[in-house]
């Protein structure tokens, strides 16, 4: 493994922007609409509740762990591996990564779907045109991250500042605006919804809550690069909550200025069409300029952790060890062509979507659903053994507490996701396990173990199921 110089370590300050500049992307833009479509606001606080409960049980998970298993680096991929063994810890890297590749693509889709509003060539984001600049986008950004991760940070870091004021004006003027009849109105559902339970309103909420959330781990990711191990923790709690509080404002203050069913009906960004209906047209043209601003950022941020991610893998041997190498600039190169490859060859199949930006976006959500559960597993394991809290009984029963709650939120997150996402997901892992078994013969090693081969086959029977569905139209896109 290439040692990390003291040039290329980042500041709390940094880590947490890393986090903020990865959880503040695409997501934050479509939550009036997606919310909107699903449930009123007592529905919608409910749903955040748990939401950001749960979240916050997995940030103190990362947390917990960054500071208990300081050896660890690039820990989503690595906790499952220590915790489950590799072929487990396989997946978890391959979820991760491919479901972040797949987060890249929805950044674009969502890019040229915004143009789309002022020029009608760019469509929903899925037209020639809108992937022929995308494309270009891809590889513009491939070769300015060669030119080295400190820089790109630093990038990143000052993007964030950039993309958060547009969401500060929007939720000031809406606060300025609130209609508390309006919004009393729409409490309970508003009108001209269909009636569905509450149940059923939370859960259609999930999977976009997990999308927005995801970024939360960002510090953790790229903790071979912190200053202070410390401040891996820190930057994941302080960006958890600012970012949180922006989220739950932008979906709740819709309420008050718009009824329900108008907010159901816009078309996405919906944050730029609530601003437009509240001040005129200025307001669409504002908010879409901010989330050019936040997309690209958080854009930026994403092809950091997916490259670190896939390199991480590489240098332990467990992705091919190609994937592990850097390059002049310390930047692992092998992986971020593989990244933006796979990125290239996701924007090119939009062409073949209904509706390419909630595709991406659920099945992002839905790719990053294991390796959650998996490292809140490891959390849990790791508290039941006592494994590091021999003199800290405090700490022991309160993380007991924390990784249970993190169990059960990331299992109901994988029942709520639904049957669709879930063999779509197997179409991705069945045929992504060929790296892992290139990796497995270049070290001479036995492929799978007995428990492996059942998990391999179980995924492989939910791929067969998932063609199938596609090929009757049970499953479409």
């Keep these: 493994m290439t040692a990390t110089t003291s040039a290329q370590k980042l500041s709390l300050f940094a880590l947490t922007g890393m986090v903020v500049g990865s959880m503040v992307g695409s997501g934050i833009f479509s939550l009036p609409r997606t919310f909107g479509t699903a449930t009123g606001p007592f529905g919608a606080i409910l749903a ?13 998970v990362f947390q917990s ?4 298993k300081p050896g660890l680096d690039a820990g989503v991929y690595a906790y499952a591996k220590e915790g489950f063994g590799d072929y487990p810890g396989f997946l978890s890297a391959l979820g991760y990564w491919m479901g972040s590749c797949i987060g890249n693509v929805s950044y674009w889709v969502l890019i040229k779907s915004t143009l789309g509003a002022f020029f009608p060539v760019f469509g929903d984001g899925n037209t020639v045109i809108a992937i022929v600049v995308a494309s270009i986008g891809i590889w513009l950004f491939h070769f300015m991250i060669l030119r080295g991760v400190q820089q790109a940070a630093a990038i990143n870091t000052i993007v964030t500042i950039a993309k958060i004021v547009p969401i500060l004006i929007f939720i000031a003027i809406l606060i300025f605006a609130f209609k508390a009849d309006l919004f ?32 939360i781990e960002g510090a953790s990711v790229y903790s071979r690069y912190a200053k202070e191990r410390s401040d ?15 989220m739950v404002l932008v979906t709740l203050l819709p309420y008050a200025v718009l009824p329900r069913a108008e907010i159901a009906d816009m078309r996405q960004p919906s944050m730029a069409t609530v601003l437009e209906a509240v001040v005129g047209h200025w307001g669409a043209v504002f908010v879409s300029i901010g989330l050019l601003v936040s997309v690209l950022g958080a854009y930026l941020a994403w092809s950091l952790i997916c490259a670190e991610v896939l390199s991480a893998a590489g240098r332990t041997r467990d992705m091919p060890r190609v994937f592990g190498t850097e390059n002049a600039n310390k930047v692992p190169a092998a992986a971020l062509w593989l990244t933006n490859i796979v ?25 990053n659903l294991i390796p959650f559960f998996l490292v809140a597993a490891y959390g849990l394991l790791l508290v039941k053994r006592g494994e590091t809290y021999e003199k800290s009984a405090g700490e022991h029963r309160r993380d007991l507490i924390f990784t249970g709650i993190a169990v059960i939120y990331t299992l109901f997150l994988i029942y709520a996701a639904g049957t669709k996402y879930l063999l779509l997901s197997a179409l991705l892992y069945v045929p992504g396990t060929a790296l892992y078994v290139w990796a497995r013969l270049q070290q001479k090693a036995r492929v799978f173990t007995p428990v492996e081969w059942g998990i391999f086959i179980v995924a492989a029977i939910g791929a067969a199921v998932g063609i199938h569905g596609l090929a009757t139209g049970y499953i479409t896109i």
Excluded at 188 to 213: H, K, N, Y
Aim: aromatic share 14%; net charge neutral.
């Design 184 to 215: 009393r109105a729409n409490f309970w559902g508003g009108e001209g919804m269909p009636d569905t339970g509450l149940f059923e309103q939370i859960r259609a909420t999930m999977l976009v809550t997990v999308f927005v959330f995801l970024g």
């Design 48 to 60: 955040w509740c748990i939401a950001g409960g749960g979240m916050y049980t997995m940030a103190r």
């Design 65 to 68: 762990l960054a500071e208990r």
């Design 343 to 367: 990125v290239q060859l996701f924007v090119i199949s939009t062409y073949w979507s209904r509706d390419a930006f909630s595709l991406m976006l659920n099945l992002t959500s839905v790719m």
């Design 232 to 246: 891996v923790g820190a930057a994941t709690i302080m960006g958890f909550l600012v970012v949180t509080s922006l």
